[in-house]
């Protein structure tokens, strides 16, 4: 798996900080899996202590493609 995180830095109140987190996962899946795969994405940011942490104070957004392959 390769994972890319980008942030958005701003200054709403007139102190930086920052206020949007975009992380996009690639993913390699032995065929067959992609059902799982998805299924544990979709509750990814549910059960992330990190988000839940940050909830309410940082937007997040989570992206993913999935390649299967052969075993």
Not at 21 to 37: F, N, Q, S, T
Not at 40 to 68: D, M, R, Y
Request: glycine residues 6%; negative net charge; aromatic residues 8%.
């Amino acid at each position: 798996m390769k994972t890319t995180a980008q942030g958005t830095i701003e200054a709403p109140e007139g102190v930086l900080k920052i206020t949007k987190i975009k992380c996009h996962y690639d993913l390699k899946i032995p065929k067959g899996k992609r059902e799982a795969a998805e299924r544990v994405l979709n509750v990814f940011e549910s059960k992330c202590p990190v988000a839940q942490t940050l909830k309410g104070c940082v937007e997040f957004e989570h992206t993913w493609t999935i390649e299967e392959y052969e075993e």
